[in-house]
């Protein structure tokens, strides 16, 4: 069965000296505050369409990462995923970077990057986001 997953923005005023509220429809998680400094220049308390792409690949990666694990009999204990999303003004999104340290008993080093290669590759998010650069970096903690 397909899910939909509902998010809104209210913006006020123009690009640069604008802001903007997302909220979190379907889970009701929140209201994050999003304007063009904190998504060019510094975060300073507020949120960007980067950070939200970041929070979203990063845990999907991850259940596609214990996923694949599971299925090969190599349940991991944890995984630590981090999502860096570069963007340039003028530009726009130039890469996403992946770096995953993963606790999984019974596998290798070579087994774990890759599995984690194959998540990279598979993961719904990854392969929304083909028109990207995607890099990973995986070991074993």
Do not use: Y
Request: net charge negative.
């Amino acid at each position: 069965m397909a899910t939909t997953r509902q998010a809104h923005t209210i913006w006020e005023g123009n690009l640069l000296e604008g802001k903007g509220v997302v909220t979190f429809d379907s889970s009701g998680t929140g209201e994050f505050p999003v304007s063009w400094p904190s998504r060019a220049e510094e975060a300073n308390g507020r949120t960007s369409p980067e950070e939200l792409i970041a929070a979203a690949h990063s845990s999907c990666f991850s259940m596609a990462l214990s996923n694949g694990l599971a299925t090969a009999g190599t349940p991991p204990t944890e995984l630590n995923t981090r999502a860096e999303v570069t963007f340039q003004p003028g530009t726009g999104i130039t890469g996403i970077h992946l770096t995953v340290a993963g606790v999984v008993p019974g596998l290798d080093e070579a087994g774990f990057v890759k599995a984690a290669e194959d998540a990279k590759a598979n993961c719904p998010v990854s392969q929304a986001l083909t028109g990207t650069t995607i890099t990973l970096t995986a070991s074993l903690a």
